[in-house]
Antibody, heavy 122, light 111 residues
Framework: QVQLVQSGAEVKKPGASVKVSCKAS????????IHWVRQAPGQGLEWMGI????????TYAQKFQGRVAMTRDTSTSTVYMELSGLRSEDTAVYYC???????????????WGQGTLVTVSS | QSVLTQPPSASGTPGQRVTISCSGS????????VNWYQQLPGTAPKLLIY???QRPSGVPDRFSGSKSGTSASLAISGLQSEDEADYYC????????????FGGGTKLTVL
């Protein structure tokens, strides 16, 4: 069965960077994009960007341009999301999500990781 | 400020039918399909409706979706206590080189 397993909770100081991992299993890793979505405490869902595991191509939300980097390691079927220049407003649960349809950016997010809480505090 | 607009709250009594609206624009709902997610407290979102009106396997037929122009809606009939959750609409937006967009979420309370 399809599974996305994320790394554990992180506590970071303002200005630091965080790298969250998302290990995929149960399907052909290269065939499906991975999206990253975050949710601040008590707030709604916010799309951050997308990575194509096949070639590594990425598209980021304008809000995060210059601060986010999404990468992948095909040997371990893992994608990573690194966010730099952390501030208190980046405190959130970060999710990776896989679409229903392979190589489709518009497809619904059918599978989600369990979420990773990133806390930014001095 | 979310790109898609949802009412912040909705409510109903058990057995009732409730609808949640989602308003967008030509570049998102007007051009692409709408998906709906249900989120229970402390859990990851779960896909409820995809491609405007399709239910994934396992989702009860009490849940239905529709789309017209630049708006969409989610209907829940035969409301049950376990339907109390946050609901989000989502779509792809063709502006700014393409991006995913969500509604702000609607908290459904079963009275």
């Amino acid at each position: 069965q399809v599974q996305l397993v994320q790394s554990g909770a992180e506590v970071k100081k303002p200005g630091a960077s965080v790298k969250v991992s998302c290990k995929a299993s149960g399907y052909t890793f290269n065939s499906y994009f991975i999206h990253w979505v975050r949710q601040a405490p008590g707030q709604g869902l916010e799309w951050m960007g997308i990575i194509n595991p096949s070639g590594g191509g990425t598209t980021y939300a304008q809000k995060f341009q210059g601060r986010v980097a999404m990468t992948r390691d095909t040997s371990t079927s893992t994608v990573y999301m690194e966010l730099s220049g952390l501030r208190s407003e980046d405190t959130a649960v970060y999710y990776c999500a896989r679409p229903r349809i392979s190589v489709s950016v518009t497809s619904s997010f059918d599978y989600w990781g369990q979420g990773t809480l990133v806390t930014v505090s001095s | 400020q979310s790109v898609l607009t949802q009412p912040p709250s909705a409510s109903g009594t058990p057995g009732q039918r409730v609808t949640i609206s989602c308003s967008g624009s030509r570049s998102n709902i007007g051009s692409n399909t709408v998906n709906w997610y249900q989120q229970l407290p402390g859990t990851a979102p779960k896909l409820l409706i995809y491609n405007n009106n399709q239910r994934p396997s396992g989702v009860p037929d009490r849940f239905s979706g529709s789309k017209s122009g630049t708006s969409a809606s989610l209907a829940i009939s035969g409301l049950q206590s376990e339907d109390e959750a946050d609901y989000y609409c989502a779509a792809w937006d063709d502006s700014l080189n393409g991006r995913g967009v969500f509604g702000g979420g609607t908290k459904l309370t079963v009275l």
